[in-house]
């Protein structure tokens, strides 16, 4: 194909070859992008019917109805509690998940690549990663007091082991076959390291960062619960003591979203940053 | 030989000439196996050498070794007169899977790695790069990434990559074991070429007679394994390009079918698979 003729736009047209393709066979109607959209409306809709029948039969201190939640939303909105709460929880999730990462992504780099430390740190990985964070909430707040620090410190916690985990079975995976390669290329073993193993491994630090952002949310409502007076946490518990059920739903209502936004923004980033990483999302 | 005249001066081992290979009475036991036994061969400078055998007989294990990727149980490795001791970027290595190319990396960041390793600037990459992918005729998928190429290219771009370093051995595992026939006549082609262009020494495995008779200009044999040794060094005169039709090749072709044949057989004798001389689909 020569440069003249692609570039002319008479070329173009003459041979679309759209034109000479035989018609695709038409989709189900539910496979369809719109099928799919209104599939999901249509699932959420029935979700919100269900509660609001239910609500009828219940007083609303036992179920709030969806008209009384969506008050609720309103008051929280209006007076600054909602967004002062979703801010504190998520800057607590955005420090602990961010260290989480930087100290976790390297850790498992060097204890998949180097047996020895991977050996001499296993007993810890192994011991802690069965503790729920929970359990360490009474202890964060002695050592580190009610204010930030403890909070973030849980949700470290929570996110390290995991990408930890995550990332050691990414460097143990690594094809001996690209380790070869870059070595009869002339790399020298730290240049397999950071050229080779690093860039294979990066699926499976995604696929940790993924799970410890859930476990993230876990671990926010917690911590805040026992201590922190603002937050998503705090704002259920409070809620509780004020007999306020509708704001309760609110708050869970608004971790669901807030998670689902969450796992977006990663997914969205890692395809665009890492899609040359054949990162599966 | 095509290579401009001002090469950095610290590549002065790896000008595309060729370095001779030498095995002296090498034995590699794997566990309690022995893979190969009293091994010695001499690949002089420039050879073309195919090593032919039933799978199973020991051909990658012996690539494995010359590469650095093994060593030796017992006997001797050199290359160009030193010993091997590892991997080194003067043995380049073409693998039988793709597997082998870095999937996050661009075809021309690919052929550029070895050159990246070794603190080439990046002009100077672009350029090497550039010239080694129109040899393999790659020149217009310098910027895709592996998985968006045909097996055939991801060869071609494998080749590209090994060659760039200018090795004076290249080994090639099987290169084209997993290509369409069709395909792979087209690449045995281009290897025939490439290697007269740039004569580097080749040592190449494969279990197709047809290829190895296209390529080689010694062919050797190998019995079946375990403890696998040479059976036979066939040189080829036969006149580049080659023609597999011409009557001197269908007699090679039958004197190596025959060998590997009886190869074949005693393999599956020793594993209890046939009773007696004959197996089908082999006959003499």
Redesign the interface.
């Known amino acids: 194909m020569s440069a003249v003729n692609t570039s002319s736009p008479a070329y173009r047209t003459a041979a679309a070859p759209e034109a000479a393709k035989p018609p695709k066979p038409a989709k189900p109607f539910l496979d369809t992008r719109i099928g799919r959209a209104l599939t999901a409306i249509f699932s959420v809709t029935l979700g919100i019917a269900i509660w609001e029948v239910l609500s009828w039969r219940f007083p609303p201190l036992f179920l709030p109805s969806p008209q009384l939640t969506l008050q609720a939303v309103g008051e929280l909105w209006a007076d600054g509690t909602l967004l002062q709460s979703i801010g504190a929880s998520l800057a607590r999730i955005m420090a602990g998940w961010g260290l989480g990462l930087v100290v976790g992504i390297p850790l498992g780099i060097v204890m998949g690549y180097f047996s020895f430390v991977r050996r001499l740190l296993d007993p810890y990985v192994e011991f802690f990663r069965f503790i729920p964070p929970i359990a360490f909430v009474t202890l964060a707040v002695i050592w580190l007091g009610a204010g930030e620090a403890s909070k973030v410190a849980l949700i470290f916690y929570t996110t390290v082991f995991i990408v930890m985990i995550n990332t050691i079975a990414g460097v143990l995976s690594v094809s001996e076959l690209r380790l070869r390669a870059a070595a009869a290329l002339g790399a020298n073993p730290l240049q397999i390291l950071l050229t080779v193993i690093v860039p294979s491994t990066v699926p499976y630090m995604v696929t940790g960062a993924r799970i410890a952002m859930g476990n993230s949310f876990l671990t926010i409502v917690s911590a805040e619960i026992v201590a922190a007076q603002i937050g998503i946490g705090a704002m259920i518990w409070t809620s509780r003591n004020y007999g306020k059920t509708e704001w309760v739903f609110v708050g869970i209502i608004t971790l669901g979203l807030l998670g689902y936004t969450c796992d977006r923004v990663v997914r969205f980033v890692v395809k665009r940053v890492l899609r040359r990483y054949a990162v599966a999302v | 030989m095509n290579q401009p005249a001002n090469q950095p001066a610290d590549r002065s081992t790896a000008t595309c000439s060729g370095a001779e290979i030498r095995l002296e009475h090498v034995s590699i036991t794997l566990g309690s196996n022995q893979i190969v036994s009293g091994i010695n061969l001499d690949v002089a400078a420039g050879d073309f050498v195919c090593l032919l055998g039933p799978s199973g007989c020991g051909k990658s294990t012996l690539l494995n070794l010359v ?3 093994l060593p030796a149980t017992s006997g001797r490795v050199s290359v160009g007169g030193r010993p091997v001791g ?4 003067d ?3 073409v ?1 039988q ?1 793709t ?7 661009t075809v021309q960041e690919n052929v550029e ?2 050159l990246r ?2 603190g080439v600037s990046r002009a100077e990459r672009a350029r090497s790069a550039q010239r080694y992918l129109e040899l393999v005729g790659l020149s217009q998928a310098a910027g895709r ?1 592996p ?1 968006e190429l045909s097996g055939g290219m991801r060869q071609r771009a494998q080749i590209a ?2 060659l760039v ?1 200018e090795p004076s051995v290249v080994l090639m595992d099987e290169p084209f074991g997993a290509l369409d026939a069709q395909t792979r006549e087209v690449m045995q082609t281009e290897v025939d070429r490439i290697w007269r262009a740039t004569r580097p020494t080749i040592l190449f495995i494969t279990h197709d007679i047809w290829e190895a008779i296209l390529l080689g200009n010694k062919i050797i044999t190998m019995t079946a394994g375990p403890s696998a040794r040479f059976k036979s060094v066939v040189p080829v005169d036969l006149p580049h390009p080659r023609d597999p039709t011409a009557p001197e090749a269908v007699k090679l072709y039958r004197d190596l079918r025959e060998d590997i044949a009886a190869e074949v057989r005693r393999t599956l004798q020793v594993q209890g698979l046939v009773k007696d001389d004959t197996v089908p689909g082999v006959a003499a």
């Not at chain 2, 590892?86 to 970027?89: C, K, M």
């Not at chain 2, 597997?99 to 990396?105: D, H, Q």
Request: glycine share 14%; hydrophobic share 45%.
């Open positions: 590469a650095g990727f590892g991997p080194s970027v043995r380049g290595v693998f899977s597997e082998a190319l870095f999937p996050w990396l790695y070895g390793m070794r990434f998985s990559r090994v370093n």
